[in-house]
């Protein structure tokens, strides 16, 4: 019995030792979870707030324990300023811009002047603050003030009052060492860490792996497992924005050298104004234009039926992430060559050396404070101010609701003369396109399915499921429009225009109760098909084709060839005519000397055509078509209609 009590003493003793501190904290810990929960029917809290968070108190309070008791008064004191202000700060975040810290915040936060700052706090800081949901922290922290001077608060009554209260805080000395003394509460102690161990232990795991990567992609990756670390609370939220930060720092750093070693020794202007076009989660078992039985994108059908518009049929997407495949079709780097992304330059940079004007019209990576750590990863680089300033010439600087804002942004922009048509233009429209939540992503005025229209054809479905397909078909259709209408601003113009969208999407497909995309799962031949093949085509206005037949030749010439997009750079180099040293013929998909049987790795550990020619033997598929050379046998790929 003797040795339980002294076990009991020395669990409790972290406690009683800092009680004053360990009872604030956890109920700070706990008022800023249930303050920053969204107003949502679906938010809930996070699963193993109550014994994480006094697991993480009393390891805290242990450290405080061991620090020498002369400095121990001081050290709580400053603990206190760093929590209370975070805390502050993550809240008033929550509540005016809806989103706790994040990386991108801390990043706009980094590039604030004086001047911008002294606006901001005018602005934000008004008096409503006190009556915002950060009034609770606030009374937290007058009630921790009254209970530190409580003893100067004695002095100030009269002596019945004090002779009352003395003897209730008597009482409450007695209660807790009694409690000190006995077993109750180490036994209560000891169940709370075991509980806390057992319940945090994959949390904690997931934290250490998110604190530990070794590149910003690599942190985005990790959180699309649904076992990612969970940083639930507002100094942990603040670490990793930093931590993410020091990433992207790193990789900006990398990415500013190689942009000052790139060199363009020549530049014909093969193509006069060169549009890409980069749409967003766009499956290509949905496009009317490769077979998708329901009138999807009738538009493109039309071009392509007058020959001026080239789909090729075999295009797939290295990753079915955003921001890995922005980095990697920006990037002259191809996969499978030394070095990453970051240590070759990015081609828009190519395009101003050789005299283009580069415009980027996005309507994803604008920096905003509540993004989140995927839009961080995609739009850090591109929206670091001496990288933006090395690619592109002019941007737009605000989000749309709707694609059709971007319209609106390139004709102003012509207006203004900031872009002259009779320039040299290479310009990007970055597409929000079929990103998730596909209902949001089209006016409902121009919506044209419904959930009837899957009737016939997935009667295995419910009408929810229906209409969730109709919402993402909708949303092709719609995209549709837009296309149509930036090629329709080109037409007439000595113009040629390139579509591709970032990755694909699953959409309940047949057989797959799933939506969106599946990052952690290996890639198996059903996700490769869906996520990773893509609608690719080039559209040449009439004055384009007549003034150019060799590369309109070149176009045809190459629809059916296997084309990854991460080599897009070396296609968009020569279409512009610049001659470097970082463009290679090999990785053009409409040069003669284009490699077609370069391997194409789908996230770095699939080989795309592997699983393809696995499936099509399985399938026992004659051979249709010409044998490449190389290859012994070539079994045909039989799209899977909808």
């Known amino acids: 019995m003797r040795n339980l009590r002294q076990v009991a003493h020395w669990l409790l003793r972290p406690i009683t030792v800092n009680r004053t501190f360990f009872v604030t904290m956890y109920v700070l810990g706990v008022l800023c979870a249930v303050l920053t929960l969204p107003d949502t029917k679906s938010a809930k809290l996070y699963a193993n707030l109550f014994t994480e968070l006094f697991l993480d108190d009393y390891l805290a309070c242990v450290a405080l324990l061991l620090i020498l008791r002369k400095i121990r008064t001081w050290v709580r004191v400053l603990v206190y300023a760093v929590l209370y202000a975070v805390a502050i700060v993550d809240v008033y975040c929550f509540w005016k811009f809806g989103s706790t810290i994040t990386p991108t915040m801390l990043l706009l936060v980094s590039e604030t002047d004086s001047r911008e700052a002294g606006e901001f706090l005018r602005t934000y800081l008004s008096p409503d603050v006190i009556f915002s949901p950060l009034q609770w922290i606030f009374l937290l922290m007058l009630l921790h003030l009254v209970w530190k001077l409580r003893h100067t608060l004695l002095r100030m009554l009269d002596l019945r009052q004090r002779m009352i209260i003395r003897l209730e805080m008597k009482r409450l000395r007695a209660l807790l060492q009694r409690l000190h003394a006995g077993l109750i509460g180490g036994l209560a102690v000891g169940v709370m860490l075991i509980l806390g161990v057992v319940f945090s232990l994959n949390n904690k795991v997931g934290m250490t792996r998110l604190m530990t990567a070794n590149s910003i992609g690599t942190v985005e990756h990790l959180l699309t497992n649904k076992n990612h670390g969970e940083f639930y609370l507002p100094l942990y939220r603040l670490a990793f924005s930093v931590y993410s930060n020091a990433l992207a720092a790193k990789q900006i750093d990398r990415c500013i050298d190689a942009a000052e070693r ?43 039926e007058r020959g001026l518009l080239t789909k090729f049929s075999d295009v797939v997407s290295c990753w079915n992430l955003t921001s890995f495949v922005f980095k990697n079709f920006l990037s002259m780097h191809v996969i499978g060559e030394k070095g990453e992304w970051c240590d070759y330059p990015l081609f828009p940079e190519l395009f101003r050396k050789a005299g283009y004007h580069v415009t980027f019209l996005t309507n994803q990576f604008l920096p905003q404070a509540k993004e989140a750590v ?93 209409r969730v397909i109709a919402d993402y078909d909708n949303a092709v259709h719609y995209n549709d429009s837009i ?32 939506i969106c995309r599946n990052h952690s799962a290996a890639i198996d031949w059903p996700l490769a098909h869906y996520e990773f093949e893509v609608p690719f085509w080039i559209f040449c206005s009439h004055k384009y084709a007549v003034k150019h037949p060799e590369v309109f030749k070149a176009i045809k010439d190459a629809k059916d060839r296997r084309f990854m997009t991460d080599a897009l750079p070396h296609m968009m180099v020569w279409l512009g005519g610049i001659a470097t040293k970082d463009y290679h013929p090999q990785y053009n998909v409409l040069s003669p000397d284009y490699n077609e049987m370069r391997p194409r790795i789908l996230k770095n550990s699939a080989d795309y055509d592997k699983l393809r020619d696995a499936e099509s033997h399985k399938k026992s598929i004659p051979i249709e078509g010409p044998i490449l050379p190389g290859q012994k046998e070539r079994v045909a790929y039989s799209q899977t209609r909808h």
């Open 262 to 304: 790139a060199k363009v020794d020549s530049c014909s202007y093969r193509s006069p104004q060169i549009v890409l076009i980069i749409g967003e989660s766009y499956g290509k078992v949905h496009s009317q234009l490769y077979g998708y039985r329901l009138n999807t994108t009738p538009l493109q059908v039309k071009r392509e």
């Open 374 to 466: 995927y839009d961080f990863s995609g739009g850090f680089f591109l929206n670091n101010p001496t990288l933006n300033k090395s690619l592109f010439d002019t941007r737009n600087e605000e989000l749309h609701r709707y694609d059709d804002g971007l319209l609106s942004d390139y004709d102003n922009f012509v207006k203004e003369g900031k872009i002259n048509p009779k320039d040299h233009n290479f310009i990007i429209f970055h597409l929000i396109g079929q990103h998730v939540s596909y209902r949001t992503r089209c006016p409902d005025n121009r919506r044209v399915f419904g959930p009837e229209a899957y009737e016939e054809a997935r009667p295995e479905l419910d009408n929810y499921h229906r």
């Open 483 to 514: 296309v149509d209408a930036i090629c329709k601003r080109f037409e007439n113009q000595e113009a040629i225009v390139v579509y591709m969208p970032d990755h694909g999407e699953e959409c309940y497909e047949p057989g797959r109760d799933f």
